[in-house]
């Protein structure tokens, strides 16, 4: 630098401001402010009263929003589930991408019993027309080609069907289908569907499915078939709002059902019961759950 330019360049550096570099003090008169937090949701109000008797070798009833169990009859005995772990196969569709994806229908999707919809190899139907099949009426090739098309086949499938489980706390189940048909080291407890319910309920598309009575299917050559429901207790209480059934001989007739009432949300499971006897279970325990309960602090959503 020129000697002459030096005094013109401390004279500039003159006109700026000092800046203070010396460490930070804390401000005495400062008030310390915690971040806000919501609130625990309010643990909610008992039913009025013992539970009823029922017929069903396990069941439970949770309230849906916090998880909190009002009763339970043999909540952790495993057992055959039937077609109430197609809760399962539902949640993993959901969670496998667009529900408009194409389907292609292959020949091994049929390979099932008893319940069918007789889809024919090469028709293509969206994932969301296929899985309110399978809610409503229960079909075991269409659960086929939905568990093919999310995970490449029935084997592959049934591994993410055990591994969600044990990601939401399912430690006492087990799939080896999407179905549900008896097959060994297939299992599940009514603890373990209660919260596989209570993640699947806020999902408004199936609850639109599981509280459909009938509806109208068509075939890709413009064939129609009505579809109708299994579950009877959506007209026997109109607060009702699905899940789901399920029959085998190993596993006797169970449901998973939902129910809202006063702003209150409750999931009942009911397995291993009779076809006598099932509907009835499932009935007296959504009313003692709901219609004996003081109304809800939280508005259901």
Known sequence: MAPRALPALLALLATFPLVNCAPLSPDRNAVLVKPKVPPPLPSPPLPEGPPPVIFAESAIVVDAMTGRILAAKNP???????????????LLVMEGGSLDKVVTIQASDGRVEPTKLYLKPGEQYTRRELLKVIMVKSANDVSMALARDVAGSKEAFAQRMTARA???????????????????NQYSTARDLSILARKVYPYTFLRQCMRTRKFTFTYNDGRTKTVESTNKLLDRLSYVTGMKTGTTNAAGRCLVSSGSLNGRVVIAVVLKSN???VWNDSEKLM?????????????AN
Do not use: C, Y
Request: aromatic content about 4%; charged content about 15%; glycine content about 4%.
């Open 76 to 90: 952790d005995s495993p057992r055959a589930v039937a077609s109430t772990q197609k809760l399962m196969t539902a």
């Open 166 to 184: 044990r990601s939401l706390g399912m430690n006492n189940s087990q799939f080896q289908n999407p179905h549900g048909l008896t097959e060994p």
């Open 275 to 277: 076809a006598a006897n």
């Open 287 to 299: 009313r003692w759950a709901l219609e004996t309960s003081p109304r809800a602090a939280i508005p």
